[in-house]
């Protein structure tokens, strides 16, 4: 059972999976009293097929869902559309279920419960720098690490480092000031925005999965390479080691 979003197609759209009742109802009817174009899904299956059917700029994913794993939608949807904001709302709150939704491709999650004020906030602060972004026009050469922000790439000897899209942002943020220490604060304002309403956990379990997939390309590597190191500088921030 699915509940269709308005025919608007200006206003963004949005994928909400959600299989309880007033959970999905109170963010349909939000999200649609918001100047958004909500899609209600109930189970997995119909998520995806309704992503197949027609293109949505957000997905509102529950990871509870009655018949499949919240987190292969996230990894499906995440690999058939690489530009899809995609929002996890879970119940779980430890950090091992944190880094799975992120590395099934989650940008962001809420856990529940959750006001509407503050999920409409972060659609708003996600969409916002996604509208205003203006990449630089060159690749950033980080030693063998290739940095190429226009078409959102980022190579090893020509072979493409898959990071998530906060990690890639982490990066590129970092890559903006090399040897220079950036703040805690700072990379949350630039790859979170300065609303951020969550905890700055998120900067620490993203920078975890920036580093393990930087050491992943380099031991898969079938040339020797030459990384950038990211120090931890404790109390303050990181800083980009070239």
């Given at each position: 059972m699915?509940?269709p979003a308005?025919?608007d197609?200006?206003?963004?759209r ?5 299989d309880?009742?007033?959970i ?5 009817n939000?999200?649609r ?5 909500p ?7 119909t998520?995806?097929?309704e992503?197949?059917r ?5 997905l509102?994913l529950?990871l ?8 292969d ?10 530009d ?12 091992i ?8 491709g ?9 006001s509407?004020s503050v ?12 509208t ?11 030693t063998?690490?290739v940095?190429d ?6 190579t090893?000897?020509?072979?493409e480092?898959p ?6 942002d982490?990066l ?8 220079e220490a950036?703040s805690?604060?700072?990379?949350m304002?630039?790859?979170?925005d ?6 700055t956990k998120t900067l620490?379990?993203?920078?975890a ?5 930087l ?5 898969t590597s079938?040339h020797?390479s030459?990384?950038?190191?990211i120090?931890t ?8 080691e070239?």
């Open positions: 699915r509940m308005t025919a197609r200006s206003r963004p949005v994928l909400v999976v959600e309880d009742d007033t999905g109802r109170h963010l349909h939000g999200l009293g918001n100047d958004y174009a899609t209600w899904s109930r189970t997995g299956a998520a995806l097929a992503a197949a027609s293109p949505y700029d957000v509102l529950d509870g869902l009655p018949d499949m794993d919240g987190l939608v996230a990894r499906a949807l995440r690999a058939r559309h690489p899809l904001l995609i929002v996890v709302l879970t119940a779980r709150t430890d950090d279920d944190v880094i799975a939704g992120l590395d099934a989650a940008d962001d999650y809420l856990v529940k419960p959750f509407l999920l409409l906030a972060r659609l708003r602060a996600h969409l916002r720098r996604r205003v972004a203006t990449p630089p026009p060159e690749p950033v050469h980080l063998d690490l940095l922000v226009s078409a959102r790439r980022c090893l000897h020509d072979k480092v990071l998530r899209p906060k990690e890639f982490l590129a943020v970092l890559a903006q000031h090399p040897g950036v805690r604060e700072t990379l304002a630039e790859v979170w300065e609303n951020w309403f969550g905890s620490d379990v993203t920078m999965g920036l580093r393990r997939h050491t992943e390309a380099a031991d079938a020797p030459s990384l950038p190191r120090t500088l404790r109390g303050h921030g990181y800083r980009l070239l």
